[in-house]
T-cell receptor
Framework: DAGVIQSPRHEVTEMGQEVTLRCKPI?????LFWYRQTMMRGLELLIY????????DSGMPEDRFSAKMPNASFSTLKIQPSEPRDSAVYFC?????????????????FGEGSRLTVL | QKEVEQNSGPLSVPEGAIASLNCTYS??????FFWYRQYSGKSPELIMF??SNGDKEDGRFTAQLNKASQYVSLLIRDSQPSDSATYLC?????????WGAGTKLIIKP
C-alpha cells in the first residue's frame, strides 16, 4: 500500500489567504485524523472522522478551520483566513478501527505532513 | 485535564549503552500505552505498545508499564546512532489518544 498521502508537502502563503490541505488515507482504514505539530505545543489532535463522519472536532482552534471527508479516500483541512500563528506541520493519519476499543493497538499511520508557513 | 509528561531532553547516550526514556500520565483509568519514534523532519511511527503491567520486549526495545505508579518507560538496548530521534509517548484514555511532548534522544558514536 502507498501509505497515507498528503499534499502539498510545503505551503508558503500570506496572512489572510485560504489554505487547503489534502489527505488520502490508507485504503480500508475507517478512521482519519488531522493533527497539528509545533515546537511549542507538540502534537495536537484537531479532528477525527470515522467512516467519513466527523466524531470529535473539539481540537479545531477556531471557526477559521474546517475539515471535510466527502468519501473514504479523501479529506481536506481548510484554513480561511490564515494567520501567522497557524504556521505548523499538519499531519493526516489513518487507522483501522475499532479505535474506541481498548484492545485496539491504536496504531496510527501518519502521512509525511504538510509544512505550512503563513507570512 | 488529562496529561502525559515526558522530559524534553535532549538525552545523550553513548553508542552501545542502554537508553531509558520515561513517561508519566495523569489519568489512572488509561488503558493502553504507545511509543512512537519521530525522526527530524519526518512523521511519527509506532515502535511499541503495551496494555498490561510489566515488561514487553521486541528486539532491542523493551516497554515497561507500572499502572500503580502511572508511568511507562522505553528501554533501548545496544543503542545505535540510527536510534537518534524524538520519542513520543501516547496514552489511550477514554477513547482519546493523549500525546506527550516527546524526548529527544541523541546517540553519540
Amino acid at each position: 500500500d502507498a501509505g497515507v498521502i498528503q499534499s502539498p508537502r510545503h505551503e508558503v502563503t500570506e496572512m489572510g489567504q485560504e489554505v487547503t490541505l489534502r489527505c488520502k488515507p490508507i485504503s480500508g482504514h475507517d478512521y482519519l485524523f488531522w493533527y497539528r505539530q509545533t515546537m511549542m505545543r507538540g502534537l495536537e489532535l484537531l479532528i477525527y472522522f470515522n467512516n467519513n463522519v466527523p466524531i470529535d472536532d473539539s481540537g479545531m482552534p477556531e471557526d477559521r478551520f474546517s475539515a471535510k471527508m466527502p468519501n473514504a479516500s479523501f479529506s481536506t483541512l481548510k484554513i480561511q483566513p490564515s494567520e501567522p500563528r497557524d504556521s505548523a506541520v499538519y499531519f493526516c493519519a489513518s487507522s483501522q478501527g475499532p479505535y474506541q476499543h481498548y484492545s485496539n493497538t491504536g496504531e496510527l499511520f501518519f502521512g509525511e505532513g504538510s509544512r505550512l508557513t503563513v507570512l | 485535564q488529562k496529561e502525559v509528561e515526558q522530559n524534553s531532553g535532549p538525552l545523550s547516550v553513548p553508542e552501545g549503552a542502554i537508553a531509558s526514556l520515561n513517561c508519566t500520565y495523569s489519568d489512572r483509568g488509561s488503558q493502553s500505552f504507545f511509543w512512537y519514534r519521530q525522526y527530524s523532519g519526518k512523521s511519527p511511527e509506532l515502535i511499541m505498545f503495551i496494555y498490561s503491567n510489566g515488561d514487553k520486549e521486541d528486539g532491542r526495545f523493551t516497554a515497561q508499564l507500572n499502572k500503580a505508579s502511572q508511568y511507562v518507560s522505553l528501554l533501548i538496548r545496544d543503542s545505535q546512532p540510527s536510534d537518534s530521534a524524538t520519542y513520543l509517548c501516547a496514552v489511550k484514555s477514554n477513547y482519546q489518544l493523549i500525546w506527550g511532548a516527546g524526548t529527544k534522544l541523541i546517540i553519540k558514536p
